[in-house]
């Protein structure tokens, strides 16, 4: 059975109720969807979850608390005292989870496209990526560790290989407690936690793939130029058309909010005019089913992030209480 997971709480609701919009208009509301717990904060989340009969809310706590222990043991205690572990992490949940072929996207995103082709490809590979973080490796690595040239054969590997969390398809079962516990071994008798990103799961992900050998396909390194889309909210030039984004004519397989706070969403779904890329396409799938709630907005917003006069619009933002 084919799924998509996402992971969240009441905090990013708004962003998950559009994520599960997108999917209902853009792949078919058949498709069954499970939301992994960032946390205990469920209340708004599971009731919007029980109206989905193809969304359930995953409640396995004995796989929730494998994973927390794995996390754990990834770092040395005193780097997990110093960068706090979220609950992230607990998107590895899939590979123990409901579906046997699986993409995850994360709960700031919006799917455009049917993933079809996206769950083909794993019949070649066992992780499929489409996105851009080989730009930005030292995301993903501590690119000073010399255990990075050690364990892997050279630049090019690592550019093909690293992806971003945000979205990827895979499949049950890759990471058994066998394979956790070798993995674990290298990353603390053997020091390989060093090379990893200090903080965050995204970097666990892409050493647990790359150190497993397993291949890995990247739409967004392999395809030609003149058919490959980008999807982050940070690329100005995409466009909107009957609500679905096109890059250079292209169709987006997703859109990614990345670096939009879910404190400013959620404020603009209350009706604070604050403004943020792509702002009316978020907005029309976060009230798919309900047009009438949708907040109406007559005016330039004040920009979530503008970078003039930072000391002013630090001001406005605490004023709208979206400031933290």
């Known amino acids: 059975m084919q799924g998509i997971y996402t992971l969240g709480n009441d905090v990013v609701y708004d962003q998950i109720v559009a994520l599960l919009n997108s999917i209902d208009a853009n792949s078919g ?25 193809n969304v359930s809310l995953y ?18 205690p005193s780097v997990n005292k110093k960068y706090k572990i ?41 992780c499929v990526v489409y996105d851009f973080q080989h730009f ?4 993903i690595y501590n690119l000073q560790s010399p255990k990075l040239t050690e364990i892997f054969p050279n630049q090019e590997f690592i550019d093909s290989q690293i992806f971003c969390s945000g979205f990827y398809a895979t499949k049950r079962g890759l990471f058994d407690q066998e394979k956790c ?13 060093e090379l990893l990103y200090p903080k965050g799961d995204q970097t666990v992900l892409n050493y647990m793939f790359m150190r497993s050998g397993m291949p890995i396909y990247n739409f967004g390194y392999q395809l030609p130029k003149t058919s490959r889309t980008g999807n982050s909210v ?24 990345i670096g939009i706070m879910p404190s400013v969403m959620e404020a603009v779904c209350k009706g604070k005019n604050v403004d943020f890329p792509y702002r009316d396409v978020f907005l029309h799938y976060r009230y798919l089913h309900e047009p009438e709630k949708r907040p109406v907005f007559t005016t330039s917003g004040v920009p979530y992030n503008a970078s003039s006069k930072p000391s002013l619009v630090k001001r406005i933002l605490r004023k709208l209480n979206l400031s933290r």
């Open 29 to 53: 509301s058949e498709i069954p969807v499970c939301v992994f717990p960032f946390d205990d904060r469920l209340e708004r989340l599971s009731a919007e979850i029980a109206r989905r009969p």
């Open 59 to 76: 409640d396995n706590q004995e796989v929730i608390d494998y994973w927390d222990q794995f996390i754990a043991g990834v770092r040395p």
């Open 86 to 126: 979220s609950g992230l992490h607990r998107r590895f949940c899939g590979f123990n989870g409901l579906f046997e072929r699986f993409v995850y996207m994360d709960a700031d995103t919006l799917l455009m496209s049917p993933l079809d082709f996206v769950f083909k490809k794993l019949d070649e590979y066992d």
């Open 136 to 139: 930005f490796p030292q995301r």
């Open 181 to 193: 516990k070798w993995l674990l071994s290298h990353l603390q008798e053997d020091g390989e936690w």
């Open 234 to 257: 940070t690329s100005n030039h995409f466009e909107e058309k009957d609500h679905i984004m096109y890059d250079k004519g292209n169709r987006l397989t997703y859109l990614h909010y």
